[in-house]
């Protein structure tokens, strides 16, 4: 095969690999921009989730305290309530044994008074003092044993109150332990299901860091594969001339340009300007040169990385624009795609590379129309 007709098919090559990156994108397909949009969202409801996990974890040890405390209540008033019942039965044993007391007492004044009645005994008193003395004594062992009686009664009734107080509080203090012990569990339910979340964001990130990084693989290996097979054709495919002052649709007076005014007033670059003249030029980022191919390729390049909205056109002297930014050529381990710094001739967005870069990896390369 000739070298001549060898060259025409890389040309061609070139050509067609230029239209099918130009043309529209598969539909559904993931742009880099919004791979990058994707990773923002999800970090940003990672950070939320890990924020609520903490308030959680925070909750969490605040009930767990508030039911260890209730469950020392609950024992502690549980051993009150069996120290009270140990009263209340002692007291009323006594009671029993008392009231026991009393009537052996009784049935012992009756038996030993069985042949005379308790008024016969009274009056068999031979002096008004010792009929007194005996009236006094009955009525003294009968009102000591009633006193008694409603003593031990009336301690008991207290003990039993007591009791009934004591075992309230123990209701109540488990009530209050169910219904803490209940939010715990909501709560705990609510932290395992945030830290699967947490778990599911972190996974969907590398996904999308994944899908972001084989984008940028897919873009450069397109980069690369361009810049050989137009390298191949040994000519610069040109750019159409514009003719007279520029003034087909999408060019606009360089003067009046976003780019060109954020040149002169943005950063105040007022050094020398990369001439065709010139071919090169010591710009505000280190070495500049320009270079003349077929844009559209590297406008879908940037199409697939997420840049939809910016339009390509060409500045009136001469200098291929995307969006507002002039387009240029760089090392993109210096000068990542789609960054932007700034040119002699305004502030530049990285859409291309080059050969160059072997040579000087901080050169620029500016594309122009001349």
Known sequence: MSVKKKTGKAFCAALALAAMMAGPSEAGAVTLAETQSSISNLQA????????????????????????????????????????????DAAARKSEQQAEDMKMRIQYMYENTENENVISSLFSAESFLEFLNKAEF??????????????????????????????????SVAA?????????????????TTSAQIAEYAASISDAQSMQAQLLANVQAQQSTLTQLVGETGAAVTQPVLTGDYSAAGSQDH????????????????????????G?????????????????????????AGYTSEQYWVRSDGVKMFGDYVMVAADQNVHPLGSVYETSLGMGIVCDTGDFIYDDPYQTDIAVAW
């Open 255 to 278: 003067e009046s340009s976003p780019s060109y005014r954020s040149s002169q007033s943005s950063y105040g670059y007022s050094g020398s300007v990369l001439t065709k003249q010139g």
């Open 176 to 192: 209050l332990q169910e219904e803490s012990t209940q939010k715990q569990n909501e709560v705990q339910m609510l932290y395992d």
């Open 45 to 88: 409801l990672k950070n939320d989730s890990e924020a609520y996990l903490t308030e959680l974890s925070n909750q969490l040890s605040t009930l767990t305290e508030d039911v260890q405390a209730l469950q020392r209540q609950c024992a502690e008033t549980q051993t009150a309530i069996e120290v009270v019942q140990v009263e209340l």
């Open 138 to 171: 009955i009525v003294s062992v009968d009102e000591y044993d009633r006193a008694k009686l409603a003593e031990f009664q009336q301690t008991q009734e207290e003990i039993a109150e007591k009791r009934n107080m004591l075992q309230a509080e123990l209701d």
């Open 280 to 304: 090169v030029n010591n710009g505000p980022s280190g070495k500049e040169t320009y270079y003349n191919l077929n844009m559209s390729g590297v406008v879908q390049i940037m199409r697939d």
